[in-house]
């Protein structure tokens, strides 16, 4: 008679053993493939007019476009551990303008931006899949320290991602793309052009007002000639005030198209260059260093130090803070705003806008050459200066005016250039654009005459530009006004859409 087997008492000690050798494998090439991932798993390429990074983040599915510093917008379009990261880095300007100056290419934007997306995944999923495979053989290698391992790890990395890729698959929801969450300055997005189930209904309208803006433009640089001549002489040092960009790339364009229009010999920048004074938003301070023409700047209440340098960075660049420069042979004085909005506490025991205003007259009556203009951001910082230079250009306000003081002196609040920045996305109504060209005597630095441009703010086409042509005083007559309520023989000019 047999008798009956009996168990191997071996067996479960072995299966244990060996579903914890197999358990340790999947988490080292778990942890080998999540680490290759995030340390290479990302790609460059463009993406319509922009330059754009592309990542595999460990987000929980979805995908999120990153427009720093306006915000970001999530599309929750598909489940999975990893997620897909877009963050616009800097916009391509030879793309921009290919585009403006042909609006019928707005026809194929979004086909671009589809095929370019299309592509940069294609090759986000081959580097991702390069790196998570590489990054769990290595860490296997290095941990188990057995030939065999980083095959073993490579095989579970490769079963991970094809489970992954189709769980998203699976889940993919693409009714999802129309129903964007906004975050940051985007949250007004929708207000501003719809959600994207309209936006096809409004695309021909959207390109209609592209071009008439173009088109406004143009016919703004035409009008100049037919306006009255600026001087009194033939001669003339014209210098471009602007003050308030807040980081509108419509205002740096801006900025630069007066530039060349105009031909000015400097720009002189009243401050706000930026909204937060972060690092991100100094990308397009660059663009400073290729107008070709000496840049003027002082810090507003908006601009960080780090801002304030990266402007004097730029090789024609000047930052004032209660010192001089001299701009086509005249004498310029700037004092920065002593206060930094975004950072309360970082301003500490700083003087008040009338002790700076003070101490930049001070300079002024100390130099050998009497300065023609002084920069101040804030217009409070003006009154210790009245009667001590002919001209006090400000911003801060984000309101053209122009007004003389009592004791003679012309002082000149711009706009914003940058029709308030950021801003523009949370206000009501969009604010202009706005800046002056300056016209001066090259001998006396006295001012002559300017030209006041405005151009509508977001959504608008509307451009105008106002000549004022400033009266001379004669010496006898003390009550002489000059230009004390800004029109002078001023004579507008309005190309509208």
């Known amino acids: 008679m ?99 100056a042909d609006p019928a290419r707005l026809d194929g934007l979004v086909d671009q931006v589809s095929a370019d997306l299309q592509d940069a995944v294609v090759r986000l999923a081959w580097v991702s899949a390069a790196a998570a495979v590489g990054g769990a053989a290595l860490t296997s290698l290095l941990v188990l320290r057995r030939r065999k391992e980083p095959l073993l790890a490579a095989g579970l990395s490769v079963a991970l991602l094809a489970g992954t890729a189709g769980l998203g698959a699976v889940t993919w929801r693409p009714e999802a793309l129309s129903t964007p969450t906004y975050t940051g300055l985007l949250v007004n997005a929708t207000s501003l052009i719809g959600d994207a189930r309209d936006i096809v209904a409004r695309f021909d309208a959207y390109r209609a007002s592209l071009e ?32 308030d960009l807040h980081l509108n790339p419509a205002g740096f364009d801006l900025v630069r198209q007066v530039v060349d229009q105009f031909d000015v010999d400097g720009v002189l920048d009243t401050g706000d260059i930026t909204d937060w004074g972060s690092e991100p938003e100094n990308q397009l301070i660059s663009s400073i260093g290729q107008l070709g023409v000496p840049y003027v700047f002082i810090r507003g ?39 930094f909005t975004p950072d309360q506490t970082a301003t500490g025991d700083t003087p008040s806008l009338e002790q700076t205003g003070e101490d930049l007259a001070e300079l002024a009556e100390e130099l050998a050459d009497p300065p023609a203009i002084a920069m101040v951001h804030d217009p409070e910082q003006a009154a210790p200066l009245d009667g001590v230079v002919p001209l006090v250009l400000a911003g801060h306000t984000h309101e053209r005016e122009v007004e003389t003081l009592d004791e003679g002196t012309l002082l000149m609040v711009q706009g914003s250039t940058g029709g308030a920045g950021l801003r523009a996305l949370q206000g009501e109504y969009p604010e202009p654009l706005t800046c002056s060209v300056l016209y001066l005597d090259p001998d006396t630095g006295e001012l002559v005459a300017y030209d006041d441009i405005t151009l509508g703010g977001l959504g608008e086409t509307e451009v105008t530009i106002e000549r004022t042509v400033v009266p001379e005083i004669e010496a006898a007559d003390g009550d002489g006004d000059g230009a004390t309520d800004g029109t002078g023989d001023g004579v507008p000019a309005s190309p509208t859409g």
């Open 301 to 339: 209440n908006h601009d960080s130090v780090l801002t304030a340098g990266l402007v004097a960075a730029q090789p024609n660049a000047t930052v004032l803070d209660d010192s001089a420069t001299t701009v086509a042979g005249l004498t310029v004085v700037g004092a920065r705003d002593p206060r």
């Open 212 to 243: 008439d803006l173009v088109s406004n433009v143009s016919t703004l640089y035409a009008t100049i000639s037919t306006l009255p001549t600026p001087t009194r002489d033939d001669d003339t040092v014209a210098l471009l005030h602007v003050s």
């Open 2 to 100: 047999t008798e009956p087997t009996s168990p191997d008492p071996g067996g479960w000690p072995r299966r244990r053993r060996t579903a914890v050798r197999w358990g340790v494998r999947l988490a080292l090439a778990l942890a080998g493939a999540l680490l290759g991932v995030l340390l290479l798993g990302r790609v460059e390429g463009p993406l319509g007019p922009f330059d754009a990074t592309f990542a595999l983040t460990p987000t929980g599915g979805g995908a999120t476009v990153e427009i720093p510093p306006l915000g970001a917008l999530d599309v929750d379009a598909f489940d999975g551990p990893f997620g897909l990261d877009v963050q616009l880095t800097r916009v391509d300007e030879a793309r921009v303008r290919a585009l403006v």
